[in-house]
């Protein structure tokens, strides 16, 4: 374990010391929230763009203290700039953070899910830090995907799941605490290495038993990433999310929601229906559909009124892969409005 800190260390230039392993980007941000001391008026921010899961554990923080500490949302509409974002979010601090009533701290995605954005976090902490907000930046689908540099960012807390975009084992995630911060950090499962202040290396290695292999999966996964080379592997993905998310909105007739800039190896292009309210598309019918009559899939979302849907490009796909894409979603797009005419 002390060999993967290592390794993982030098890949995200942190210090080995300042980072834990944990299974899932969840249990990390649980760990987080749950070892914060809130007090009454206190604010949790986050965009509205955020992880069900994690929008579930700020309600709970706020459940658990009577609903004395509450949840501010930041509201994004996509498509805008960077420049754009900035401004509304620095509009958004001046409206909703003082002495009085302050957002403690703020949880900002590096890359949303749905819809998926390189956000311009670099800024935001600047700001936020600028202001006494804590940042916990959760970086779920970041590594491997984009370049970090944890002492760069200087975030309060990171976290980030290496089974998705690194290629390690599932589930296999980073939690990287400011040495500041590590004295008050315990894992969501309290375990017999328990302290005050907290032995952060300690409590984080042992919270019970557990299976260690896929955090030893580490090593292979970056050894295959320097076999192939960092920037290749980003380069084809952010060039094959490009061009076949281009692709995909010339089919459809409709749109690619980012700019490239705020594109990483995930783009999200609009769905050709005339009725984003039809109450076919609910429950499981897009999970169905797809599996059961095209054995394909992309990750459907409703955002601001409209069916998208979030394509991921990896190093073993190719534009046929966005080609077997568009027949499906356009013959269940097509099939949907038909049955309204």
Not at 271 to 278: F, M
Not at 310 to 331: G, K, P, W
């Amino acid at each position: 374990m002390d060999a993967v800190r290592k390794l993982l260390a030098e890949y995200l230039n942190s210090d080995a010391e300042d980072i834990v392993m944990v299974p899932n980007a969840t249990g990390g941000i649980n760990a987080v929230f749950r070892s914060l001391k809130f007090t009454a008026g206190d604010k949790i921010m986050h965009f509205n763009t955020i992880y069900g899961a994690m929008k579930s554990l700020i309600q709970f923080i706020s459940d658990s203290n009577n609903g004395t500490v509450t949840p501010v949302e930041f509201v994004v509409n996509y498509p805008m700039s960077n420049a754009e974002l900035l401004e509304s979010f620095v509009n958004f601090l001046d409206a909703n953070h003082s002495p009085e009533s302050p957002i403690r701290i703020a949880r900002v995605d590096h890359i949303s899910s749905t819809p998926s954005f390189i956000n311009p976090i670099e800024e935001m902490i600047q700001i936020l830090k600028a202001r006494n907000i804590l940042v916990l930046i959760d970086g779920a689908h970041a590594v491997g995907q984009i370049p970090i540099d944890l002492k760069a960012l200087q975030a309060d807390y990171y976290v980030t799941n290496c089974h998705k975009w690194m290629y390690a084992a599932r589930g296999c995630s980073v939690l990287y605490t400011d040495k500041t911060r590590q004295p008050t950090i315990h894992p969501a499962y309290i375990s017999s290495n328990y302290g005050v202040p907290t032995r952060y290396q300690d409590e984080f290695f042992w919270t019970g038993t557990v299976d260690y292999s896929s955090y030893m999966t580490v090593p292979a996964a970056l050894e295959f990433r320097r076999a192939i080379g960092e920037d290749v592997i980003r380069n084809y993905t952010h060039q094959l999310a490009l061009e076949g998310g281009q692709y995909l909105a010339e089919r459809f007739g409709t749109e690619v929601l980012q700019k490239e800039e705020q594109m990483g190896s995930m783009v999200d292009v609009a769905l050709p229906l005339d009725n984003p309210d039809d109450e076919i598309l609910t429950g499981n019918f897009w999970i169905d559909t797809l599996f059961d009559k095209y054995d394909v899939y992309a990750s459907p979302y409703k955002y601001n009124g409209k069916w998208w849907i979030r394509v991921s490009a990896q190093i073993y796909t190719d534009l046929s892969d966005f080609e077997a894409c568009a027949v499906a979603f356009l013959e269940i797009c097509n099939e949907v409005n038909s049955n309204k005419q």
